[in-house]
Nanobody, 125 residues
Framework: QVQLVESGGGSVQAGGSLRLSCARS????????MGWFRQAPGKEREGVAT???????SYADSVKGRFTISQDNAKTTLYLQMNSLAPEDTARYYC???????????????????WGQGTQVTVSS
């Protein structure tokens, strides 16, 4: 059973930085796409960033230039470096794994087969 465990969330002031991690276990197969999503209270879950198995990354417009998604060499840990954080970035952040074998990495939640429990990020002004 694939498990995804996020860590690294916390409370920071606006302008600060955090690095989220997502450790994947339970399978030797590498996901085709890994993604970071977030959900603020009262809002729908939205895509933040995705990374394909070949390293190609894509970002939501709201985080471009501030957030960076990456993986370790073994591709078992996913990261999200978040800089210049703003109060509107406050949300619970989730990582997700997509085990399809082709296609593009999208922010479509239905593409992702496994989800972590999330880690809370709170940004104060």
């Amino acid at each position: 059973q694939v498990q995804l465990v996020e860590s690294g969330g916390g409370s920071v002031q606006a302008g600060g930085s955090l690095r989220l991690s997502c450790a994947r276990s339970g399978t030797s197969y590498r996901p085709y796409c890994m993604g970071w999503f977030r959900q603020a209270p009262g809002k729908e879950r939205e895509g933040v960033a995705t990374i394909r198995t070949d390293g190609y990354a894509s970002y939501a417009d709201s985080v471009k230039g501030r957030f960076t998604i990456s993986q370790d060499n073994a591709k078992t840990t996913l990261y999200l470096q978040m800089n210049s954080l703003a109060p509107e970035d406050t949300a619970r952040y989730y990582c997700a794994a997509d085990f399809r074998v082709y296609g593009s990495c999208r922010f479509d939640l239905t593409d992702y087969h496994y989800w972590g429990q999330g880690t809370q990020v709170t940004v104060s002004s």
